[in-house]
């Protein structure tokens, strides 16, 4: 099945920087990616998400980037704030497909004053 | 708060025992989705139920059950429970009921089931 993993377990940026959270998938056959956002003793809550073909996508604050060539696609997120420190999930999804999301397992984002 | 809720927020049992979870979800939504998070496997999707039928199922161990009454709340059923069933289960809900996750979904808060 499709298997998604996180560069990275930890990151760590200053209050107003920009923060990159990257992803890998080794399975082409998502349909879309979600990016879900996770914070400490709470359920994932979606932030945004890029149909397979597109290469970017914008929210508010937040920008998706997909790069099918490398398999690989990131969240940055602008002006990071205290209130985005949390567990971020990236998951890559098959349309009308039973087992049909896997979610990689994370990355840390802790965000410092 | 997303709408999404579940019953109960902690689970304390014995190996061997059964468990049932419970889940609420958004008022009109129609879908179901029970999902694993443990340390060493990150969000795991286990099933799908879409207005009381099984939609989609994903990595669900065969001791593991679920149903979606009339009422639209689901249950969670954990039978022969094992130390690695440890984890937090997560529920949500969407409206739509196109096979598999959508954008649309909400997540309830968890139920923390530890086995000991």
């Known amino acids: ?113 | 708060d997303s709408g999404v809720t579940q019953t109960p927020k902690h689970l304390i049992t014995a190996t061997g025992q059964r468990v049932t979870l419970r889940c609420s979800p958004r008022s009109g939504d129609l879908s179901v989705y029970w999902y694993q998070q443990s340390l060493d496997q990150g969000l795991q999707f286990l099933i799908q139920y879409y207005n009381g039928e099984e939609r989609a199922k994903g990595n669900i161990l065969e001791r593991f059950s679920a149903q979606q009454f009339p009422d639209l709340h689901s249950e969670l059923n954990l039978s022969s429970l094992e130390l690695g069933d440890s984890a937090l289960y997560f529920c949500a809900s969407s409206v739509v009921g196109t096979r598999g996750l959508n954008t649309e979904a909400f997540f309830g808060q968890g139920t923390r089931l530890t086995v000991v």
């Open chain 1, 1 to 113: 099945g499709e298997s998604v993993g996180l560069h990275l377990p930890t990151l760590s940026v200053q209050e107003g920087d920009n923060s990159i959270i990257n992803c890998a998938y080794s399975n082409s056959a998502s349909d879309y990616f979600i990016w879900y956002k996770q914070e400490s003793g709470k359920g994932p809550q979606f932030i945004i998400d890029i149909r397979s073909n597109m290469d970017k996508r914008q929210g508010q604050r937040v920008t998706v980037l997909l790069n099918k060539t490398v398999k690989h696609l990131s969240l940055q997120i602008a002006a990071t704030q205290p209130g985005d420190s949390a567990v971020y999930f990236c998951a890559g999804v098959r349309d009308n497909y039973g087992q049909n999301f896997v979610f990689g397992p994370g990355t840390r984002l802790s965000v410092l004053p």
